[in-house]
């Protein structure tokens, strides 16, 4: 029989958060707590601050998960469901991927402080001044505006690129999986397969096949 991905399922793949199921986190550029920069003038201008980066959770591979013999039980189900927020997290690639992102949010993280410190340098260096001339003045003003600029868009673009990034990597996670669900229903004659996530109900003629695709996907 053939197996029919449920829409929804398809178009969320690249959206699963690589964290525990149910959990979400908002992707953030530092791990660590920085000083606020402030302009010293009539109104005071803050950089803006950056939440710290939430400690990722990598649970082990479940190795002692139950086997199924595929052709006994092929055909004695019309419907399968899959958690495939656990398959992701038992994979290797799945750690490879949280290796990235953390070395990519440290590498985000210093270009950011390197630009706070330029922007703290500045504006220490035209407070200090007393003797400086009125247009010089605020010209430095100025080139302080503009960095601090720089720094909103650096917030914004870098959150982006993390999102774009982690998409980029979990893809073809999410494809091999996919691949595996297709062939794991064909060979149990299932009609449809739904994912965990967009069930309200489940009844004793729906199949988990999560340990089944997990087994599978860790033999590749």
Known sequence: MLLLMSCATKKRAIDIPIVAPQDTIKPTIIDRKTDEVREKSDTTTLVP?????????????????PKMDV???????IYGHINVGDV????PEYK?????MDSLQLYL???????QVEYQTKQQELESDTT??????????????????????????????????RNRLLSPIYQKIQTVIKETGDELKLLYVFDNSYLL???????DITPIIINKMLQK
């Open 132 to 165: 400086m001339l009125p247009m010089v003045r605020e010209m430095k003003q100025a080139e302080l505006q503009s960095l601090l600029d720089r720094i909103k868009y650096f917030l914004s673009y870098s959150e982006q690129q993390l999102v774009e990034e």
């Open 96 to 100: 490879q991927v949280i290796h990235k």
């Open 88 to 91: 992701v997290m038992q994979l």
């Open 49 to 65: 601050q950056v939440s710290p980066t939430p400690q990722i959770q990598v649970s082990e591979p479940k190795n002692n998960l």
């Open 201 to 207: 109900a489940s009844s004793a003629n729906s199949l």
């Open 71 to 77: 052709s006994a039980i092929a055909g004695k189900h």
């Open 109 to 115: 993280a210093d270009q950011y402080k390197a630009m």
